[in-house]
Nanobody, 122 residues
Framework: QVQLVESGGGLVQAGDSLRLSCAASGRTFEYYIMAWFRQAPGKEREVVATVRRSGAMTKYPDSVKGRFTISRDNAKNEMWLQMDNLRPEDTAVYYC???????????????WGQGTQVTVSS
């Protein structure tokens, strides 16, 4: 199973950009469909971006489409989430996750990182 570690969270102002990173250990990173989820206090964990094994296809919910970009580099065992034009409602703990379907729901994730906090002030 792949082990995942997120980094790059922080406190920013509305309209700013932030780039999250997810480093994977193990030689099976390329076999997984990868995704970013987020969870705000009192809310369910939701997917914000998913990328296929090759990186050629991505999927986003309407809430972040056009503002967030997911990418991966299988040779480096890394994945990123570029977040632009951030809004206060984007405030949450962000998790990277590995799954086997495109896309996959939170209860279908097979491996999770520990999460990184993103806070957007107005």
């Amino acid at each position: 199973q792949v082990q995942l570690v997120e980094s790059g969270g922080g406190l920013v102002q509305a309209g700013d950009s932030l780039r999250l990173s997810c480093a994977a250990s193990g030689r099976t990173f390329e076999y997984y469909i990868m995704a970013w989820f987020r969870q705000a206090p009192g809310k369910e964990r939701e997917v914000v971006a998913t990328v296929r094994r090759s990186g050629a296809m991505t999927k986003y919910p309407d809430s972040v489409k056009g503002r967030f970009t997911i990418s991966r580099d299988n040779a480096k065992n890394e994945m990123w989430l570029q977040m632009d034009n951030l809004r206060p409602e984007d405030t949450a703990v962000y998790y990277c996750a590995a799954g086997m379907t495109f896309p996959f729901m939170a209860n279908e994730g097979v491996s999770w990182g520990q999460g990184t906090q993103v806070t957007v002030s107005s």
